[in-house]
């Protein structure tokens, strides 16, 4: 097959991680595979982590001046380059970048009534923090794709698909490679310690990996942190490491907290094995039983988890891997205890990492993302949507 992806930057986001995983598996299994971002980045962020057959696209030579022409500069893209959009299998879209190119691209095809790829898209925001409206919206656009994946179980997205049976829809869980989590050597994990500013004196460090982003909630980790810190006084020390447009409020509120010397904040993560070398806890966000791609390299590292649960409405389960809780006071209290018992953490971590190497593969993904590649096309193939019937 042919297949394409489509984001917004090759940076260190999970989503993007996660495209660029599939496109590296998809390529050793013999696809040509594509992937479009609006503008070039610093390699070290992501694209030079990709396999050197993966072709990238990039829709403009630099950072555009705007936010909006960063979507205007889409539409002429995509007429410039529809013959070779046309030729195209698989076209699979992720985020909101990622979205209004491929409804765009379906519009022209609808209009142009030519041969097109499946366009897939994989909704990377399930159980954040949206507005209503915008959800609206996106479910709106959602509608016109020929399959729409889901990461994890949603209330609303559920009765979205429920109610669109004719919409291929299914849930297909994160993965991560396993080949590039090896271990941090002693003299590199010290290094990095003193370079956050974390003291010798230190005995505990908790921590965090992810984009600040308002719809991510960065802010809850810090009652937690402020409880811990009570508790633990300066044994503990705190990591939120990311960068994103919450950075700086996310500083002014450590301030608030009083935590400015016990949370360490060092910016963009490029290589998520050193901050997570030096946690003995890790805490993520879970919607439901399903957590982030950091979280799930932090248990495949041997960190214990515990989650941040984002759902109202959700109950934690015996078979839960990760531990999870709304209350955050009993979420800083369960992480106390299991920093005081290293016998239980040593205990909860090998499980974690175990269950990760049995359910969360990089593998298990992929084919179940091609399984549905082949599934949509076939169906776009038979509803004779694709059949040329004009020149481009």
Same mark, same amino acid.
């Given at each position: 097959?042919?297949?394409?992806?489509?984001?917004?930057?090759?940076?260190?986001?999970?989503?993007?991680?996660?495209?660029?995983?599939?496109?590296?598996?998809?390529?050793?299994?013999?696809? &040509?595979?594509?992937?479009?971002?609006?503008?070039?980045?610093?390699?070290?962020?992501?694209?030079?982590?990709?396999?050197?057959?993966?072709?990238?696209?990039?829709?403009?030579?630099?950072?555009?001046?705007?936010?909006?022409?960063?979507?205007?500069? $889409?539409?002429?893209?995509?007429?410039?380059?529809?013959?070779?959009?046309?030729?195209?299998?698989?076209?699979?879209?992720?985020?909101?970048? =990622?979205?209004? #190119?491929?409804?765009?691209?379906?519009?022209?095809?609808?209009?142009?009534?030519?041969?097109?790829?499946?366009?897939? &898209?994989?909704?990377?925001?399930? =159980?954040?923090?949206?507005?209503?409206?915008?959800?609206?919206?996106?479910?709106?656009?959602?509608?016109?794709?020929?399959?729409?994946?889901?990461?994890?179980?949603?209330?609303?997205?559920?009765?979205?698909?429920?109610?669109?049976?004719?919409?291929?829809?299914?849930?297909?869980?994160?993965?991560?490679?396993?080949?590039?989590?090896?271990?941090?050597?002693?003299?590199?994990? &010290?290094?990095?310690?003193?370079?956050?500013?974390?003291?010798?004196?230190?005995?505990?460090?908790?921590?965090?990996?992810?984009?600040?982003?308002? +719809?991510? @909630?960065?802010?809850?980790?810090?009652?937690? #942190?402020?409880?811990?810190?009570?508790?633990?006084?300066?044994?503990?020390? #705190?990591?939120?490491?990311?960068?994103?447009?919450?950075?700086?409020?996310?500083?002014?509120?450590?301030?608030?907290?009083?935590?400015?010397?016990?949370?360490?904040?060092?910016?963009? %993560?490029? +290589?998520?094995?050193?901050?997570?070398?030096?946690?003995?806890?890790?805490?993520?966000?879970?919607?439901?039983?399903?957590? =982030?791609?950091?979280?799930?390299?932090?248990?495949?590292?041997?960190?214990?988890?515990?989650? %941040?649960?984002?759902?109202?409405?959700?109950?934690?389960?015996?078979?839960?891997?990760?531990?999870?809780?709304?209350?955050?006071?009993?979420?800083?209290?369960?992480?106390?205890?299991?920093?005081? +018992?290293?016998?239980?953490?040593?205990?909860?971590?090998?499980?974690?990492?175990?269950?990760?190497?049995?359910?969360?593969?990089?593998?298990?993904?992929?084919?179940?993302?091609?399984?549905?590649?082949? $599934?949509?096309?076939?169906?776009?193939?038979?509803?004779?949507?694709?059949? @040329?019937?004009?020149?481009?």
């Amino acid at each position: 097959m042919k297949i394409t992806h489509t984001i917004p930057l090759l940076t260190k986001g999970g989503a993007e991680r996660v495209a660029a995983d599939l496109a590296n598996y998809a390529v050793s299994s013999g696809h &040509e595979v594509t992937i479009i971002a609006a503008y070039p980045v610093d390699a070290a962020q992501l694209s030079g982590t990709l396999h050197p057959s993966v072709k990238i696209v990039y829709v403009s030579d630099k950072m555009p001046h705007t936010r909006w022409s960063l979507y205007i500069s $889409v539409f002429p893209w995509i007429w410039r380059n529809r013959k070779w959009l046309a030729q195209q299998d698989i076209l699979h879209c992720h985020l909101t970048y =990622g979205v209004a #190119f491929g409804t765009l691209a379906h519009f022209m095809f609808a209009v142009l009534r030519c041969k097109r790829p499946a366009i897939i &898209e994989t909704y990377h925001s399930v =159980g954040m923090s949206i507005p209503a409206s915008l959800q609206w919206a996106h479910a709106r656009l959602a509608e016109h794709f020929d399959a729409f994946v889901l990461m994890a179980e949603d209330k609303y997205w559920g009765e979205f698909t429920k109610r669109r049976p004719s919409l291929l829809s299914a849930i297909i869980y994160n993965g991560i490679s396993f080949q590039r989590l090896t271990d941090v050597d002693l003299i590199a994990r &010290e290094r990095y310690r003193r370079e956050v500013g974390i003291p010798d004196n230190c005995r505990y460090i908790v921590g965090a990996v992810g984009r600040l982003r308002p +719809d991510r @909630k960065p802010w809850l980790y810090l009652p937690i #942190f402020a409880y811990i810190a009570n508790a633990l006084g300066s044994d503990v020390h #705190f990591i939120i490491g990311g960068d994103g447009p919450e950075y700086d409020n996310m500083r002014s509120l450590i301030n608030k907290y009083g935590l400015d010397k016990q949370v360490h904040m060092p910016g963009l %993560i490029l +290589d998520s094995r050193l901050p997570l070398s030096i946690m003995d806890i890790y805490i993520t966000l879970n919607v439901g039983p399903v957590t =982030g791609i950091a979280a799930l390299e932090a248990a495949y590292l041997k960190i214990p988890v515990l989650a %941040i649960q984002l759902r109202n409405d959700y109950k934690a389960r015996p078979k839960d891997w990760i531990w999870s809780e709304k209350n955050l006071s009993k979420v800083a209290s369960e992480t106390i205890k299991l920093l005081r +018992d290293q016998a239980k953490r040593r205990v909860l971590s090998s499980q974690q990492a175990e269950y990760i190497r049995s359910h969360h593969t990089v593998e298990s993904m992929a084919k179940a993302y091609e399984d549905l590649y082949k $599934v949509a096309l076939d169906r776009l193939r038979s509803s004779g949507k694709s059949m @040329k019937r004009q020149a481009l």
